[in-house]
Nanobody, 124 residues
Framework: QVQLVESGGGLVQAGGSLRLSCAASGRTFMKPYMGWFRQAPGKEREFVATINWSGTNTAYADSVKGRFTISRDNAQSTMYLQMNSLKPEDTAIYYC?????????????????WGQGTQVTVSS
């Protein structure tokens, strides 16, 4: 089992920045790939970004590319999502997730472990 806890959400004005954190515990020796997803009211959960175990490979949804940066610090068992130039359409609950399939994927069904989510609200 891998337990995930997100933090860092909040209310920010359009154009502002936030940094989300995801603290992992449990069987992190399994070297999980990790990712961020988000779900806005009335919409399906969507992929935001993913990162491999070493942090050398990342991938982003087109909607956040150039504005968001995913990173991880394995010594601290923590993953981050730096969000810049935020837009009202970025408003959602943001979830971190992890899997041990050893592949980069944007498909939520391939992620085995999920955090409880953190709310991000961007005002116009």
């Amino acid at each position: 089992q891998v337990q995930l806890v997100e933090s860092g959400g909040g209310l920010v004005q359009a154009g502002g920045s936030l940094r989300l954190s995801c603290a992992a515990s449990g069987r992190t020796f399994m070297k999980p790939y990790m990712g961020w997803f988000r779900q806005a009211p009335g919409k399906e959960r969507e992929f935001v970004a993913t990162i491999n175990w070493s942090g050398t490979n990342t991938a982003y949804a087109d909607s956040v590319k150039g504005r968001f940066t995913i990173s991880r610090d394995n010594a601290q068992s923590t993953m981050y999502l730096q969000m810049n130039s935020l837009k009202p359409e970025d408003t959602a609950i943001y979830y971190c997730a992890a899997h041990t399939l050893g592949i980069e994927t944007s498909r939520s069904e391939r992620y085995r472990w999920w955090g409880q989510g953190t709310q991000v609200t961007v005002s116009s």
